[in-house]
T-cell receptor, first 110, second 114 residues
């Protein structure tokens, strides 16, 4: 069974600091990696996608992928209270059959 | 564009009742998906469809049925509701299932079975 594991939360980070979220996956054939943000009571919202080894930056967000280690991470720089949410890692061979991790709840403390 | 819409937003069912969760997308996406999310957990794929008339099972299909007669609509049918089906249900869609395609989610339906 394909598995996606995220670091257990909740994670508490001071405002302005860097939040680091981690995810490992079991299927070496995975080609697509996504980070979704989910506010309480809301639906998942895509914030980052990454397909190749290395870093991908988008504003305050950086996704890092290491296929050899089967590891993907999300860094949030200059964390804001509005970043407080649950972050879901999703992995798949494509968009068709994504496997989601259990999520990491992040709280940014003012 | 409204994106992916779901109805109803909330529903309470009694054990043994049946209902249909509606999902519609206006992005002309070919692929559509149904997930359930239990409290504090990630999303589990129930069923998905790669086009009108084509559906396939996901990870947790038991107790559910789907159909896809049009590109826009992908209803999820619950027969003989059980307390274990208490969950939040999300519908999603993507243009295709390729490496760089992205799933977009509807607002969800919160279902309680008592």
């Amino acid at each position: 069974q394909k598995e996606v594991e995220q670091n257990s939360g909740p994670l508490s980070v001071p405002e302005g600091a860097i939040a680091s979220l981690n995810c490992t996956y079991s299927d070496r054939g995975s080609q697509s990696f996504f980070w979704y943000r989910q506010y309480s009571g809301k639906s998942p919202e895509l914030i980052m996608s990454i397909y190749s080894n290395g870093d991908k930056e988008d504003g305050r967000f950086t996704a890092q992928l290491n296929k050899a280690s089967q590891y993907v991470s999300l860094l949030i720089r200059d964390s804001q209270p509005s970043d407080s949410a649950t972050y879901l890692c999703a992995v798949g061979e494509g968009a068709q059959k994504l496997v989601f991790g259990q999520g990491t709840r992040l709280t940014i403390n003012p | 564009n409204a994106g992916v819409t779901q109805t109803p937003k909330f529903r309470i069912l009694k054990i043994g009742q049946s209902m249909t969760l509606q999902c519609t997308q206006d992005m002309n996406h070919n692929y559509m998906y149904w997930y359930r999310q239990d409290p504090g957990m990630g999303l589990k794929l129930i069923y998905y469809s790669v086009g009108a008339g084509i559906t396939d099972k996901g990870e947790v299909p038991n107790g559910y049925n789907v159909s896809r007669s049009t590109t826009e609509d992908f209803p999820l049918r619950l027969e003989l509701a059980a307390p274990s089906q208490t969950s939040v249900y999300f519908c999603a869609s993507s243009w295709a299932g390729g490496r760089t395609d992205t799933q977009y989610f509807g607002p969800g339906t919160r279902l309680t079975v008592l």
